[in-house]
């Protein structure tokens, strides 16, 4: 079985500053994991993905995530946070058929001016 | 725009109603996804249908029912209405399940379902 766990259900961040969105997963087999982000009044956008080869995933917007097996974690980084960032963000994990797919309870982040 | 269109944006209704809320997939996904989102329980998946047959069930209650017809459009039927049923309503699709795994889930914009 998978499941995702978010630490932080809020965060908030100064423009221009790192941003650090944190994510762990348990999973029993070798997991695929993603984040997903959420505007307002939108549905959710693929931010990113991990499922083999290079640990360290980019996607759009700047973000890039790291998967450390040994920590059992897929933290969400981007170097200095935009205004426009300002969003809800999730970590999702799915076992390799795609049929048993997890997200996380979902992180707010507040960019402060 | 997604591709991924759901309507109505939004309904409001009483307790005990029954409302259809409908989801038509991007062009060319076979699979569609119903999840609930509201802000106790989170994102919570409902069940999904592949092609016209329902392929996976999540945390779905009883009162709720959905189908995806031959033009793969799909309804998510809520009855007897609660209070508690108050969230937005998200429906996905891709074009199956390893597309999933590659390229993520495409959402609509959901319907915003408020009980009253």
């Known amino acids: 079985a998978q499941s995702v766990t978010q630490l932080g259900s809020h965060v908030s961040v100064s423009e221009g500053a790192l941003v650090l969105l944190r994510c762990n997963y348990s999973?029993?087999?070798?997991?695929?994991l993603f984040w997903y982000v959420q505007y307002p009044n939108q549905g959710l956008q693929l931010l990113l993905k991990?499922?083999?080869?290079?640990?360290l995933v980019k996607g759009i917007n700047g973000f890039e995530a790291e998967f450390k097996k040994s920590e059992t974690s897929f933290h969400l980084t981007k170097p200095s946070a935009h205004m426009s960032d300002a969003a809800e963000y999730f970590c999702a994990v799915s076992d390799p058929t795609g049929n048993q797919f997890y997200f996380g309870t979902g992180t707010s982040l507040t960019v402060i001016p | 725009d997604s591709g991924v269109t759901q309507t109505p944006k939004h309904l409001i209704t009483a307790t005990g109603q029954r409302v259809t809320l409908r989801c038509s997939p991007r062009?060319?996904?076979?699979?569609v996804y119903w999840y609930q989102q509201s802000l106790d329980q989170g994102l919570q998946f409902l069940i999904q249908y592949y092609n016209g047959e329902e392929r996976a069930k999540g945390n779905i209650l009883e009162r709720f029912s959905a189908q995806q017809f031959p033009d793969l459009h799909s309804e998510l039927n809520l009855s007897s209405l609660e209070l508690g049923d108050s969230a937005l309503y998200f429906c996905a699709s891709s074009v199956g399940s390893r597309d999933l795994l590659l390229s993520g889930y495409t959402f609509g914009s959901g319907t915003r379902l408020t009980v009253v």
């Open positions: 062009s060319g996904d076979l699979s």
């Open positions: 999973s029993s087999v070798p997991p695929y």
């Open positions: 991990y499922t083999t080869g290079a640990t």
